[in-house]
């Protein structure tokens, strides 16, 4: 049987500590969060969404930024770490399922940023429904997610196709103590269900991943030398209404 939710709040506390690492290490030119952060642009004023805020990681960085930060995740414990990492208050943060409406956030946010989120959510077309729901009109929403075709190449998966809707682990963050997975879909899938909630394709960015950025595994499928996206950045924008 396939999981239908995953269990961040069982590994709060070891995922709490993998991203506390991440964190210590800063942004180097280069690493994804930078990536990702040049995909986002300037936040200052803004109202933005951190969407599975997780324990704040990213919502620190937007406020750090100017942003008016509000982080929602589904995990009640992640969420309250991330509580202890604003002692003065300045994020607000909410235990909910992104993938069910939220009509007290009904045209609220100005952008929504979801970083490594997208690939966790069982119900992405639902996910996408909601945030669609609570962005301004010609708000943007930045998605950094895995790149569907790279499962293939990793040796995760066989066949793209058939693999839709299959769970499958993360293996680093299991091997750091984290048992948590992810859900393949097509691009064509993600982008279909994208357009489908309200939204347009603004700008697709492929992140380099070379030799040395991943832990070559027996099962990878790409030669020494050569260079395939393991991730992929959506940016992504609603659609204004006529009249």
């Known amino acids: 049987m396939q999981p239908t939710s995953n269990t961040y709040d069982e590994f709060a506390s070891q995922y709490t500590k993998m991203m506390t690492a991440q964190e210590r290490a800063g942004m180097e030119p280069g690493s994804n969060m930078s990536r990702f952060l040049q995909v986002v642009g300037d936040v200052s004023g803004l109202s933005v969404l951190d969407a599975g805020c997780g324990e704040g990681y990213l919502s620190r960085i937007l406020v750090s930024r100017g942003a008016n930060v509000t982080g929602i995740d589904i995990s009640p414990r992640l969420v309250e770490i991330a509580r202890t990492k604003d002692p003065e208050g300045k994020i607000t943060y909410q235990v909910a399922d992104l993938s069910q409406p939220l009509p007290a956030y009904q045209d609220h946010f100005d ?12 119900d992405y077309r639902g996910f996408l429904t909601t945030l669609g729901s609570v962005l301004k009109r010609a708000g943007r929403l930045v998605l950094f997610m ?10 995760h998966i066989t066949d793209y196709f058939a693999a839709s809707g299959q769970a499958f682990p993360y293996r680093g963050m299991t091997e750091e103590g984290v048992k948590v997975h ?3 879909r097509t691009l064509e899938e993600y982008l279909d269900a994208s357009l489908a909630s309200g939204f347009e394709l603004e700008r697709l960015v492929d992140v380099p991943t070379p030799e040395g950025s991943f832990k070559r595994r027996d099962d990878t499928l790409i030669p020494l030398g050569y260079q395939f996206p393991f991730f ?4 992504l924008r609603k659609v204004e209404e006529n009249g």
Not at 147 to 154: A, E
Request: charge should be neutral.
């Open 111 to 122: 952008l929504i940023a979801s970083f490594f989120v997208f690939n966790d959510v069982s």
């Open 182 to 184: 992810f859900y393949h």
């Open 232 to 235: 992929t950045i959506l940016s």
């Open 146 to 155: 895995n790149n569907p075709y790279s499962l293939v190449v990793r040796g």
